[in-house]
């Protein structure tokens, strides 16, 4: 079974700070976005291939906490690992401080498929995503 | 006791739309925003306040749940009830469509008052929260 | 000849700030969009009815000068008026205190219509530009 | 004299696509942003030491060409150049496909310096500037 997880590193942009010269808390969405499409497009399954694929993958849930901030000029590393695909993509995500190690913001996304022709739900993930992922459905 | 809620009305800008010609979903913590500092605004506790108050009060958790899509024009109403202001202050929100009522998103936010000067985290809210809202701690 | 323009009332939203405690300069490129929107569905092409016409209508030249500050709590009439439609959509902006009337900003954008199915630049406007608008090309 | 230019390379991210599958032309100014301050921390004159040596520099004046669009995928070379430092700072942007070298936008920003304490516009630049570019004024 293929490692199902991707890390990058990035560095706060000025126009993600907010008043408290910290990162604006909404910005980290941004954050997990970029680390999720990188992991996606290592299974060749980023948002082209999707659209290719005839399925949008919206985000149906979605929670962050927030362990410690963030200022300009910090180094971090944004893990993201997919943890469910059966019937829903699921996954975690884990932000930290490059040097330190220390965690500053835990999330978890949850995508379900969609069919961009019918603009229906679907309530098991299209087969698609597994044979992008070299996994099985359970 | 005061009624802890308020709804503003919206409709999406373009430049939140996707390329699914939906709002993206991570513009829906700006649309958060905007509901929580209308709410806090009534009780003269918005952001300008917040600092004079030597406090900051960062978002440590949030969540969001996605019932629907949004469109351009649809407009939208976003309310904001606060449930929680005793050790931390506890935000929920609804999205709905402004004409059906129909609900689009659900979400929470939980802030905590963070000293400016100290930088340290508070454990209890700071009684200037209580006075503002007219509420009582348990 | 109708009158071609539109004004707008906003107060700048906290995720808008940077660290300076006023309106980041890449926001004010939002409010200029807003107020442009809304001037463009006084006459029934807006974004969708842009779209159904079989134009996309991209901007090609922007430019802001930046007179003033713009702090959170600060009212603010965006005014945008079109100024040439016959190659192009020019349309210039003023930003000024809503209360004072001082000067906060002045843009100007340019766009012109791109066929959505040939994706082709159209080096006269097309004339579904001139009948909304009821005006007549020079 | 230095070379006072700097070169980043970078990709849209998802969630600067707008409906028509290119990048919103709002954000191309964080594209200039990153660029700029790439280039300016090259000479250890980014935002904290700005701050630090008692001086924002807000934008004055902003201009962006639009010459082509960027769809998702495409990698793109922002070049930025400093071509004015004495009684304001002007910079000038090109991006270009990183593959073919075809333009894509040019630009151009006006910072001047602007006291923290005082609040006071500065109408020649204040020497730090010089010194750390390692530039003469006129």
Redesign the interface.
Known sequence: MPELWHEIELSP???D??????V???NY??YL??AR?ALLARFNY???QM?DSGY?W?????????VD?LP??RRVIVRAEIVEWENRLKIEYVIRDAETGKSINKAHTIQVALSITTREMQYVCPPVLWQKLGVEPA
């Open positions: 942009a000025f126009h700070l907010d008043p408290m010269d910290i604006w808390h909404g969405v941004k976005e970029l499409n980023d948002y082209p659209r949008a919206p985000i149906v849930d979605m929670r962050l906490k927030y901030m300009y000029g």
